[in-house]
């Protein structure tokens, strides 16, 4: 197995091969924002939410480190004013479509656990239009006010359980994952296994079992986590 060694933040670090810069950085203890990318068994990197932007120094535009492998000698900075401003902004449009942190389906989300880290709290943009609410399944709440796009549940689905009920439908900002041939949650053939409320860097897709009588807000908190490994 070949190793590439390269810089990360001055430091010199080793990849093994098809090891990506996110990768590395992990092992390294460096913190890159992330969302559309799970680190998990299973998941393929996508690249698409642009949260996970570094420098990589003598080229013009940032790379989307979940996605990007080193090579030999490169010298990756991840923590450059012109990064950290590109993953602000990234937050902050993302924030801009949410829905308030005190009524959202999971104030407690990756999504806004970065926002806290990345102190993107506002959005100085106008929201867009979102489907509506989806509570049709009798365990799994839909609720695409808080979906950023970033196709997870749709690789959960697809290439994890390999179940192929949820794609992805329409472009642009009307991008949003359906079920089946657009059919309600409750109605498709989904089989309840969960992979998709796992993955979802949101909670636009929730257990009922944790929100409230709408289906719309959190109000169950685990009171202890058991790491089982």
């Not at 913190?31 to 996970?52: E, Q």
């Not at 290439?159 to 409750?186: K, Y």
Request: net charge negative; glycine share 6%; aromatic share 4%.
């Amino acid at each position: 197995m070949s190793r590439i060694t390269f810089s990360l933040d001055g430091k010199t670090v080793t990849a093994e091969d098809g090891e990506t810069i996110w990768q590395v950085a992990r092992r390294e203890g460096v913190a890159i924002p992330h969302l559309c990318h799970k680190d998990a068994p299973g998941y393929r990197s996508d690249g698409n939410c642009r949260a996970c932007m570094v420098d990589v120094e003598g080229e013009r535009t940032l790379t989307a480190s979940c996605v990007r492998t080193p090579a030999e000698g490169m010298v990756v900075k991840t923590a450059t004013e012109r990064a950290e401003k590109a993953r602000e902004m990234v937050f902050e449009l993302l924030a801009a479509d949410q829905p308030s942190r005190d009524n959202h389906p999971d104030p407690d989300s990756d999504f806004w656990k970065w926002s806290d880290r990345l102190g993107v709290t506002s959005s100085r943009f106008a929201p867009c239009a979102k489907p509506a609410q989806d509570i049709s399944h009798p365990a799994i709440a839909v609720n695409l006010d808080a979906c950023i796009a970033c196709n997870l549940c749709e690789r959960a689905c697809r290439e994890v359980q390999v179940n192929d009920v949820i794609g992805m439908a329409d472009r642009g900002s009307h991008t949003v994952p359906v079920f089946d041939l657009g059919d309600p949650m409750g109605l498709s053939t989904c089989v309840a296994c969960g992979e998709c409320v796992s993955a979802c860097p949101t909670g636009a897709l929730m257990e009922k079992s944790l929100l409230d009588a709408s289906a719309s807000k959190r109000e169950v908190w685990a009171e202890e986590t058991i790491d089982s490994v």
